[in-house]
């Protein structure tokens, strides 16, 4: 009779949309975060880590029966420990490995380590729920990534910050060519992947780009970008299970990133969201914890990292930064977990490719060495891409900004802005370079020596720097105008950007405008 009753209540209470694959002992720790989500809406389910994967797979299932199920989240380590250490097991979430057949032939290893298999419930490698994990070994670290996640979505730092987004690249290594094509396809990607209401840095490990900051600097920089608060944090390029490339310059070579800096960490505004572009950063299933797992776990580090866990190919991990982008710019994905699966159904889709896509596919066809194996690269991103966070984690995109500003200008005029603020605050109306230009003409480097590296900080401040004219006012809701001054030597694709601070939220606008030279009296 008590079954009965069990059975009839469980089948009145609305079916849940949110899946947490949690240890017992972790399960008090994760209490405010159950309590923050079911404040939201959200109906939970909770599930035992113990079993087999195909056990913990079947109880997922079970639970989209109901038709709600969107959210998977794993809590725990998938520490390979757990196989023969009964206490270990009891306190992590085995991972699924997949049969790798293209990155192999990239020096990875024949198993990918994955949790996308989690979230594919028609078994055609495509996920069909939003997943993430949060990759932690005690109840500790759980009470400390819960807070992260906690703090970043009650944060009231409306400042700019959400508006930026900072891109780490080291050099790509695989030909000249090669090397050549996937610089200007990153260009491509931020350019057109950005909204102009964005603001971008670069910091690119390539010593003779005036990106490039003094590289005895370099590790410095890329911890002073993810201090410094943004919307994302993005590296491109090689990585190994604790560390990203080095900074490779005539005679010597220098640290980007690695796990024994994340102590260095302090997050002065908003924690960010990580994304490595990357081989082995994501490689969570390790004996030792990966970068991806240092950073999650540190309390002044990003709240959330999406990495790949084995060799990552250069085409297929582009597309998936291109799909991210767009999951994130353009449809607005409400929350993370919604992003990275939107952008895995995206690499697998075959119609309404856009403009970019196709480029890029095009150019594999003619450049990579498994060009005949594009759509398999593709499939064994979706597993090898994972989600060390919240896939639940809202993201706060600012508030839109209308903008009304003349298409074209010459240099030497004042250009009026007309505008239109969902919101009061604190407002910038900004005149700046479109990102894939400079603001000034860079020097070039011939060779390295004393007299050189002493320029590189000068130079990097300034490619980074690309306003040229900036304005500010107290914004009230509704419309306001500005003006900017358009200097005599400006030329070429320019952006108007504008931002206002609120004390409840912010907005954000941007729109492009062309300058062209002042016409020449007869």
């Not at 776990?297 to 297929?316: K, Q």
């Not at 060390?388 to 900004?401: E, T």
Request: aromatic share 6%; net charge negative.
């Amino acid at each position: 009779m008590l079954n009965v009753l069990v059975s009839l209540v469980l089948a009145a209470m609305p079916a849940p949309d949110t899946a947490v694959v949690c240890p017992a002992e972790f399960r008090s720790a994760l209490a405010p975060w159950i309590e923050h989500r079911q404040a939201q809406g959200h109906q939970i389910a909770m599930l035992s880590n113990l079993g087999s994967p195909g056990a913990i797979r079947e109880q997922i299932y079970e639970l989209s029966k109901g038709g709600r199920l969107k959210y998977l989240v794993i809590v725990g380590d998938a520490d390979p420990r757990m196989y023969r250490d009964k206490l270990v097991r009891q306190r992590t979430v085995p991972v699924h490995y997949s049969r790798a057949v293209v990155n192999v032939k990239f020096g990875s290893s024949p198993e990918i380590a994955t949790d996308n298999w989690y979230a594919d419930l028609d078994d055609d490698r495509v996920p069909d729920l939003a997943v993430g994990r949060l990759a932690c070994d005690s109840p500790e670290e759980v009470s400390l990534v819960v807070g992260k996640i906690l703090a970043y979505e009650r944060s009231r730092d409306f400042g700019a910050w959400r508006r930026q987004v900072h891109f780490v690249a080291g050099l790509g290594g695989f030909g000249a060519v090669a090397d050549t094509v996937m610089e200007a396809a990153a260009k491509s990607l931020i350019n057109n992947g950005v909204p102009s209401a964005f603001c971008t840095t670069m910091t690119y490990g390539s010593w003779q780009s005036p990106y490039c900051p003094d590289p005895r600097d370099f590790r410095r920089v890329t911890l002073e970008r993810l201090n410094e608060g943004s919307l994302f944090w993005v590296y491109l390029g090689h990585g190994q299970q604790r560390s990203v490339d080095e900074v490779h310059v005539p005679g010597g070579s220098f640290p980007i990133l690695a796990a024994e800096d994340v102590s260095e960490l302090a997050s002065r505004h908003g924690a960010t969201i990580a994304c490595f572009l990357a081989c082995y950063s994501g490689a969570f299933d390790m004996p030792s914890d990966c970068l991806g797992e240092e950073l999650l776990r540190t309390a002044g580090g990003p709240v959330a990292i999406l990495c790949g866990s084995r060799v990552t190919m250069p085409y297929a991990m582009t597309v998936m930064g291109s799909e991210l982008l767009s999951q994130v710019f353009t449809h607005q994905a409400p929350t993370l977990g919604e992003a990275l699966l939107g952008a895995k159904r995206r690499m697998m889709a075959t119609e309404n490719l856009g403009a970019h896509r196709m480029a890029m596919d095009a150019l594999a066809r003619l450049l990579s060495p498994t060009a005949d194996e594009l759509v398999a690269e593709r499939a064994e991103h979706l597993d090898l891409f994972n989600l060390l966070g919240d896939p639940l984690l809202r993201l706060p995109y600012p508030q839109v900004v209308e903008l009304q500003v003349d298409s074209q200008t010459t240099a030497g005029n004042t250009l009026l802005v007309r505008g239109k603020s969902p919101l009061a605050g604190r407002g910038v109306v900004e005149l700046a370079v479109r990102r894939d230009r400079l603001s000034f003409r860079p020097p070039r480097r011939n060779t390295l020596d004393e007299a050189t590296l002493a320029t590189f900080a000068d130079v990097y401040a300034k490619a980074n720097e690309p306003r040229l004219h900036m304005a500010e006012l107290d914004c009230s809701a509704g419309e306001f105008t500005a003006e900017l001054m358009v200097p005599a030597d400006a030329r070429g694709p320019c952006q108007v950007r504008v931002f206002v601070e609120g004390v409840e939220a912010c907005a954000a606008g941007g729109a492009d405008v062309l300058v062209a030279a002042p016409e020449r009296s007869k």
